[in-house]
């Protein structure tokens, strides 16, 4: 069974610019979370959408930005890109919503702002 | 306070040694606690998923949960240098509660030299 997909694995971008990254779950996992990793913040949950709703959202500005499709892939976009903006972008999906099941992860975009 | 405190190491032990990895937290609400094994470059993969206090086994892991301290612990016997790679400790609320996402620690970054 195939695991949670991310692409593109590394890209560099320039402030201003904008990014989408894209995370395919697990077959049959509805729920996708994004985190942001960085070395002084650690992982910091972005959002969570289940069947092509936002359900959860954590503490980042409205650059921060996200979408789920019908057949369950997502993405997430930024806008406006800032240095503080280079991190590991994980995406995690799940059979369900809420607080059960565990939580897959992929290997992550790495995003590097100059 | 932050949510979840985890000591970041880095922790260097020899081959053989028994490891001892712990989080503290102050949220009261978090019923469900795992710990993540994170290698250089991946994502973070789960290890060990507990809801109650006491203690849970699978190989050479133990994790470990005190909930009247607020206190968490990753036990790992006869460790191997492939078990070099940051350890995270994450948790989140009971079912059916409004805090879904996973808060996590910081990491810990463990080496272990043959």
């Known amino acids: 069974k195939a695991g949670v997909t991310q692409t593109p694995r590394y890209l560099i971008k320039t402030r201003g610019q904008q990014v989408t990254l894209s995370c395919s779950p697990i077959s049959g996992h509805r729920s996708v979370s994004w985190y942001q990793q960085t070395p002084g913040q650690g992982l910091q949950f972005l959002f969570e959408?289940?069947?092509?709703?936002?359900?959860n959202k954590g503490n980042f500005p409205g650059r921060f930005s996200g979408r789920q499709f019908s057949n369950s892939r997502s993405e997430m976009n930024v806008s406006t890109l800032e240095l503080g903006d280079s991190a590991l972008y994980l995406c995690a999906s799940k059979i369900g919503t809420g607080n059960t099941g565990e939580l897959f992860f992929g290997e992550g975009s790495r995003l590097t702002v100059l | 306070q932050k949510e979840v405190e985890q000591d970041p190491g880095p922790l260097s032990v020899p081959e053989g040694a028994i490891v001892s990895l712990n989080c503290t937290y102050s949220?009261?609400?978090?019923?469900?606690f795992m710990w993540y094994r994170q290698y250089s470059r991946k994502g973070p993969e789960l290890l060990m998923y507990t809801y109650s206090s006491g203690n849970k086994e699978d190989g050479r892991f133990t994790a470990q949960v005190d909930k009247s301290s607020k206190y968490i612990s990753l036990f790992i016997r006869d460790s191997q240098p492939s078990d070099s790679a940051t350890y995270l400790c994450a948790m989140r609320g009971g079912v059916g509660g409004s805090n879904y996402k996973l808060t996590f620690g910081k990491g810990t970054l463990l080496t272990v030299n043959p």
């Open positions: 959408y289940f069947s092509e709703t936002q359900r």
């Open positions: 949220n009261s609400a978090f019923q469900y």
